[in-house]
């Protein structure tokens, strides 16, 4: 699955999913094989850690360096 990771500090919170006309791209083909692959366990373990930590930027208020980049909702 494509989806638009959101990291904090290389760490995956969430993400949103890529709509079906991103798999016909082949930029955005070309751009998702040069990145890591997340697997769905691992995603999990990292938002946990997150939240653990009380730096989920979802459910804590952080000082954010860019939080134009954040997710909308």
Known sequence: MLVLLYCIQGIPFTFDELPSIAYDNPEVLEL????????????????????????????????????????LE
Do not use: G, I, Q
Request: net charge negative.
């Open 32 to 71: 998702a094989k040069k990145e890591k692959s997340w697997e769905v366990e691992e995603m999990y373990r990292a938002s946990m850690y997150l939240m653990a930590e009380e730096c989920h930027p979802m459910m804590y208020e952080l000082e954010l360096e860019n939080p134009e980049l954040m997710p």
